[in-house]
Nanobody
């Protein structure tokens, strides 16, 4: 069984920064892709960023230039550094991995006040 544990969410003022972490544990042979999604109240879940096993990254248009995704393969951990946060970044952030089976974290709340 694979478990994902997220941390790093919280309340921050607009313009501030947060760093999310997601550590995967359990029987894991390899992680192909690690992703961050977010879901704001009343909105659909959207892809924020992903990083492949080779380090290729991609970002949603709304976070390009502000967020940076990275991973530590030795620790099976993915990070999301979020800078210049805006109130519209407020959401529950979920990490997701493909091993190739898909697993989800429980989510961590990020609230950006204006």
């Amino acid at each position: 069984q694979v478990q994902l544990v997220e941390s790093g969410g919280g309340l921050v003022q607009a313009g501030g920064s947060l760093r999310l972490s997601c550590a995967a544990s359990g029987t894991i042979f390899s992680i192909n892709v690690m992703r961050w999604y977010r879901q704001a109240p009343g909105k659909q879940r959207e892809l924020v960023a992903y990083i492949t096993s080779r380090g290729i990254t991609n970002y949603g248009d709304s976070v390009k230039g502000r967020f940076t995704i990275s991973r530590d393969n030795a620790k099976n951990t993915v990070y999301l550094a979020m800078n210049s946060l805006k109130p519209e970044d407020t959401a529950v952030y979920y990490c997701n991995i493909l091993t190739p089976r898909e697993y989800w974290g429980q989510g961590t709340q990020v609230t950006v006040s204006s």
